[in-house]
């Protein structure tokens, strides 16, 4: 069922430096690719989310670069928080709302 | 409206007994997911339903499992009998496809962390 890989697996950024977490997919059936947020004790909440229409995606301090004939894409966290210290997967599906596959997830560290 | 509610948010049971999860999805929606979540393997799809219908369970790992959705406001997930290896959080998160306020989204619980002595 592996068909999102992630990396890194774990990352440490000091603040406000920029975070990268980066993901590759195989199925290109997939039309839709999010990226949750997970803190301990919690689950997974919707961040930012992208279609292949668009090569990038802004929201905040938050940004998806997309890349299609990649079949890849990545998270760029701006200006990195302690507070945005949390678990990040990215994730697809063929149809927004349906079953995602999740990459396995990047363990970001903000040092203050 | 409250989100998805699981229960039991911590389950802790011997090998050999039979666990019961259970869900409530948000009201209205139209999908139910069932997620495992271990360091291991992170995030898997279990099975998911769409109007109470199962759509795909090849997510199940065994027969040991078996989900239901008897009515649009709630599901079960079951594992009889259990084993340590089942050890996880279990998650139930919904969503729906239909109007044009849809953004995607899968709304997660909060999980049921069960251990298997």
């Known amino acids: 069922q592996q068909q999102v890989k992630q990396s890194p697996q774990s990352l440490i950024v000091q603040k406000g430096g920029i975070s990268i977490i980066n993901c590759a997919y195989e199925?290109?059936?997939?039309?839709?690719f999010p990226w949750y947020q997970q803190f301990p004790g919690k689950g997974p909440a919707l961040l930012i989310a992208?279609?292949?229409?668009?090569s990038e995606k802004k929201e905040g301090r938050f940004t998806i670069s997309f890349n299609k004939s990649a079949k890849q894409f990545s998270l760029h966290i701006m200006d990195s928080q302690p507070g945005d210290s949390a678990t990040y997967f990215c994730?697809?599906?063929?149809?927004?709302?349906?079953?995602?596959?999740f990459g396995k997830g990047t363990t970001l560290s903000v040092s203050s | 409206d409250a989100g998805v509610i699981q229960s039991p948010r911590h389950e802790v049971t011997e090998m050999g007994q039979e666990v019961t999860l259970r869900c409530k999805p948000i009201?209205?929606?139209?999908?139910l997911f069932w997620y495992r979540q271990t360091m291991m393997r992170g995030l898997e799809l279990l099975i998911y339903?769409?109007?109470?219908?199962?759509?795909?369970d090849s997510g199940m790992p065994e027969d040991r499992f078996s989900a239901k959705m008897p009515n649009a406001s709630f599901s079960t997930l079951k594992i009889q009998p259990s084993e340590p290896r089942d050890s996880a959080v279990y998650f139930c998160?919904?969503?729906?496809?239909?109007?044009?306020?849809?953004?995607?989204?899968?709304?997660f619980g909060e999980g049921s962390r069960l251990t298997v002595l």
């Open positions: 998160a919904s969503s729906s496809i239909t109007g044009s306020w849809n953004t995607g989204e899968l709304f």
């Open positions: 199925n290109t059936a997939f039309d839709y």
């Open positions: 992208i279609r292949p229409d668009v």
């Open positions: 994730a697809a599906s063929t149809q927004a709302g349906t079953a995602l596959i």
């Open positions: 009201s209205g929606h139209d999908y």
């Open positions: 339903f769409n109007n109470n219908v199962p759509i795909d």
